[in-house]
């Protein structure tokens, strides 16, 4: 390009175009990103754009964001493997993801106030390849998790959510369990059935105590452990550190 001439945003070729509209998030593409040009709004409809869905929002926008957050399920044409939602979610926006998005492998809702757990239980069986899942900050504590083919109830434990994990994501590779319940018993329960957890976040969870050998299987098994008082444990870095 000559000294002083202007770049052609719009004329830029579809793959480098695609590359810069991914670092924005799901939010800036649908309400600003696409009314640029033509060229860009065929990018911005292209289901590869939508594998991925990013929509935090830290302060009030004034937009519709759920109906939004449709829209951007629908156009990633079911090819839909990670979302990330703040504030905004309910049941109702979950079993629309679900039933469009059956190859979701990472599910992460934070500050949902709206959900209950009848609606997360519903959505969660229908995510068999889920892998990930974060719920901060969401009045899930207790209620009801545990999915075996249709929904169950049963009486309030410490362990509901650990339980309920334990016996139906065994692919887990993350999770995120703030603030939780759960308790050693629980904790256990997760190390015996899910066997591909690696990442576990248990920041808050105070009723864990790592008692009798349960240190040693998270460090057996668990490559980065953030515990309940806010340690990180990164076994595996440590290993290779030792071992150059």
Known sequence: MKDGECINW??????????????LSSI??????????????????????????????LVDVGLNLEIMCRHA????????????IWHFATDSLLNHIAERSSNLRSLRLIMCSRITNDGLAK???????????????????????????????????????????????PKLSHLQLFANKLTDAGLNAILDNCPNLEHLDLRECRNVKFSGDLRKRCSERIKV???PFGCIMLTHVLELLYDM
């Open 225 to 227: 452990l953030r515990e």
């Open 10 to 23: 719009a004329e830029l070729p579809y793959e480098l175009t695609s590359s810069i509209l991914r670092r």
């Open 73 to 84: 399920v629908d156009r990633s044409q079911r090819g839909l493997v990670e979302i990330n």
């Open 28 to 57: 800036d593409i649908l309400e600003n990103a696409q009314r640029v040009c033509t060229s860009w709004r065929h990018v911005c409809k292209d289901p590869e754009m939508w594998r991925k869905i990013d929509m935090r929002n």
């Open 123 to 169: 959505a969660l069986a229908k995510l068999p390849l889920l892998e990930e899942l974060e719920f901060s900050y969401c009045p899930l504590s207790v209620e009801s998790l545990r999915l075996s083919g249709r929904l169950m109830r049963f009486p309030y434990e410490s362990d509901d959510d650990a339980l309920a994990i334990a016996e139906t994501m």
